[in-house]
């Protein structure tokens, strides 16, 4: 039974590397910003997209929690992103809920591009926390690791999608004077999406906070407002 186990875990890893695109892998290691100095530095990355990778991981589904572990502190990036698609696959089966949830809290310094955040923190945290007590979340949206901040905001997502708004707006109060443009950009894109459900409750935030907003934020949250309002909320 472990062969089988441990054959199945090194066929995911094989499997990957026989889709690597060493050419792709150079456009996304610029794109994502893994230079000396840069958010991402030192992430080596496969070349592979990631609808390819999605389609991969769903024949591993039934591979243990304890190897998913191991492939999600790889140091390849498509390992660790095929970790969290599986993560996410095994937690919509709602077994194992909260062995995966901390799981993915213990390892939030190998989730770390803004693809693994946006793609697993809505759909793990957010899910796991909807009807529990989220202080987590304010603990998260103060850490000194942009990732973990990111995954404070990204898992209210799950709240916004169910007309829930109340976090996701304690969350942006608490990163309006975040320095990161990532953050900007993921606070004002959640405040949009609030935007899309109720208006009124994005705008009575805006117009309390825009003054004090980075820029980005601001440009983020209201970017599907008509041309006017949008003009008058940039003067």
Same mark, same amino acid.
Request: net charge positive; no cysteine.
């Given at each position: 039974?472990?062969?089988?186990?441990?054959?199945?875990?090194?066929?995911?890893?094989?499997?990957?590397?026989?889709?690597?695109?060493?050419?792709?892998?150079?456009?996304?290691?610029?794109?994502?910003?893994?230079?000396?100095?840069?958010?991402?530095?030192?992430?080596?990355?496969?070349?592979? =997209?990631?609808?390819?990778?999605?389609?991969?991981?769903?024949?591993?589904?039934?591979?243990?929690?304890?190897?998913?572990?191991?492939?999600?502190?790889?140091?390849?990036?498509?390992?660790?992103?095929?970790?969290?698609?599986?993560?996410?696959?095994?937690?919509?089966?709602?077994?194992? +809920?909260?062995?995966?949830?901390?799981?993915?809290?213990?390892?939030? @310094?190998?989730?770390?591009?803004?693809?693994?955040?946006?793609?697993?923190?809505?759909?793990?945290?957010?899910?796991?926390?909807?009807?529990?007590?989220?202080?987590?979340?304010?603990?998260?949206?103060?850490?000194?690791?942009?990732?973990?901040?990111?995954?404070?905001?990204?898992?209210?997502?799950?709240?916004?999608?169910?007309?829930?708004?109340?976090?996701?707006?304690?969350?942006?109060?608490?990163?309006?004077?975040?320095?990161?443009?990532?953050?900007?950009?993921? =606070?004002?894109?959640?405040?949009?999406?609030?935007?899309?459900?109720?208006? @009124?409750?994005?705008?009575?935030?805006?117009?309390?906070?825009? @003054?004090?907003?980075?820029?980005?934020?601001?440009?983020?949250?209201?970017?599907?407002?008509?041309?006017?309002?949008? +003009?008058?909320?940039?003067?």
């Amino acid at each position: 039974m472990d062969s089988v186990i441990v054959l199945t875990f090194s066929s995911l890893k094989k499997e990957l590397k026989t889709k690597a695109n060493p050419g792709k892998a150079k456009i996304l290691q610029r794109f994502f910003k893994t230079g000396k100095g840069e958010y991402a530095e030192g992430n080596v990355f496969l070349g592979i =997209v990631v609808p390819e990778t999605r389609k991969i991981v769903q024949k591993y589904n039934s591979l243990r929690l304890e190897d998913v572990a191991k492939l999600l502190r790889s140091k390849i990036h498509e390992e660790r992103l095929a970790a969290l698609l599986i993560m996410v696959n095994k937690f919509q089966t709602g077994k194992g +809920k909260e062995k995966i949830y901390n799981l993915y809290l213990k390892n939030t @310094k190998y989730i770390n591009n803004w693809d693994l955040v946006d793609l697993s923190a809505d759909k793990i945290v957010g899910d796991y926390l909807f009807n529990k007590p989220k202080a987590i979340l304010r603990k998260l949206a103060k850490s000194k690791s942009i990732w973990e901040r990111r995954i404070a905001i990204m898992a209210t997502f799950n709240f916004i999608k169910n007309n829930k708004f109340e976090e996701t707006l304690k969350i942006a109060k608490i990163l309006l004077n975040d320095k990161h443009d990532l953050i900007h950009k993921a =606070v004002g894109w959640m405040l949009r999406e609030v935007g899309k459900r109720d208006l @009124k409750t994005e705008e009575k935030f805006l117009k309390k906070y825009y @003054k004090k907003m980075p820029r980005t934020m601001l440009r983020y949250a209201i970017e599907k407002f008509p041309e006017r309002k949008r +003009k008058q909320y940039l003067a």
